[in-house]
């Protein structure tokens, strides 16, 4: 004969039931060196962590990602651009461009995003927006289309200029966003390419700024940055757990240690809360 439960033992049972699903701590975040940062999945939009996500600060290089996106609202991969004497003699990153040499859109934009090239972001953007202050005008309403509140852009390429600002979170969203097209996911995730020779016969080769590629195992893009007034800042991408997450690191002494803790800490937390789902 079957027992049945006693009121007090099914009330019990019943308790048991009924109580919560209590996940073991998450791991605390690491201390870093980045004065900001913060890591978001892309799929649901939350932030995993962050600390100053939302201080306005300059960018460097990053801002380069920016420009992708107009360019890619803008212009067909195929147009011909010529190159301009003030695109080629804008100097600091660059993949050698030289006043008079015509390229097309798409390998401007892989100078952008693989060789960081300020003269291939100039050439873009005098090309699409008639004079950089246009051009930095197309950023800005792009900027406020995909949900900005902390960023304000004057220029391509990212060298410090009074009022060329955004924050970690900002980045993270300007990230996912480019996720979205495949050619710039395709391009920031590239490595190693080469471009036709200078008018010189000098080979011109880039490799990829992102050190974390190829090196910390699921990271698959995308941009670094360095300036005086932004100290070193990395937006990274890396695909974990059947996931994807973005990391920003901001004002870092060591963008790429600082990124390798920071995913380190999320897949620690995503695989802690796994093993009890």
Request: contains cysteine; negative net charge.
């Amino acid at each position: 004969m079957q027992r049945l439960l006693t009121p007090i033992a099914a009330l019990a049972a019943l308790t048991m039931l009924a109580a919560p699903v209590r996940f073991p701590a998450a791991p605390p975040a690491p201390e870093v060196t980045a004065e900001a940062w913060v890591i978001v999945e892309v799929e649901s939009g939350l932030a995993i962590g962050e600390h100053n996500a939302d201080e306005e600060r300059a960018m460097a290089s990053v801002t380069k990602l920016m420009t992708a996106l107009v360019v890619r609202s803008q212009a067909d991969l195929h147009d011909r651009i010529r190159i301009s004497e003030d695109a080629a003699a804008i100097g600091e990153a660059e993949v050698g461009l030289v006043a008079g040499e015509v390229w097309s859109v798409r390998d401007l934009l892989a100078a952008v995003l693989v060789r960081s090239g300020n003269d291939a972001a100039f050439a873009l953007a005098q090309h699409i927006g008639g004079s950089i202050e246009g051009f930095a005008d197309m950023m800005n309403e792009t900027a406020e289309a995909i949900g900005l509140e902390h960023s304000h852009f004057v220029n391509p390429h990212g060298l410090d200029e009074e009022g060329h600002y955004t924050s970690a979170k900002d980045l993270a969203t300007i990230a996912i966003v480019a996720l979205e097209d495949p050619v710039l996911a395709q391009l920031t995730r590239t490595r190693l390419i080469r471009f036709k020779p200078a008018p010189t016969g000098e080979d011109r080769i880039a490799q990829n700024t992102n050190l974390l590629l190829g090196r910390y195992p699921g990271v698959v893009g995308m941009k670094t940055g360095f300036t005086g007034d932004a100290g070193r800042v990395l937006v990274s991408v890396l695909e974990a757990e059947g996931r994807v997450f973005v990391g920003v690191v901001m004002c870092s002494e060591n963008h790429f240690a600082d990124t390798a803790a920071l995913f380190d800490y999320t897949t620690a937390r995503v695989a802690v809360r796994a093993r009890f789902l």
